[in-house]
């Protein structure tokens, strides 16, 4: 059976790389949807600017 000290660091180090890529992830996530919404709200003000489809 492993001491508790290496049980422990074991458990330290995954819940580390779960939350780094949770967070990774996360801000991936974000960086894409704004990039979408920059691109929307720019499509939008060539729409009302009549400027869309020239």
Known sequence: ???PA???AAL???ARTIFASKTN??????????????AST?????LVSGKLNR
């Not at 801000?27 to 920059?38: D, E, G, K, P, Y």
């Not at 720019?42 to 060539?46: F, I, V």
């Open 1 to 3: 059976m492993l001491p």
């Open 6 to 8: 290496a049980i422990s």
């Open 12 to 14: 330290t180090t995954a």
């Open 25 to 38: 992830q996360a801000m991936r996530l974000r960086a894409v949807n704004a990039a979408a919404s920059n």
């Open 42 to 46: 720019k499509d939008h003000a060539k």
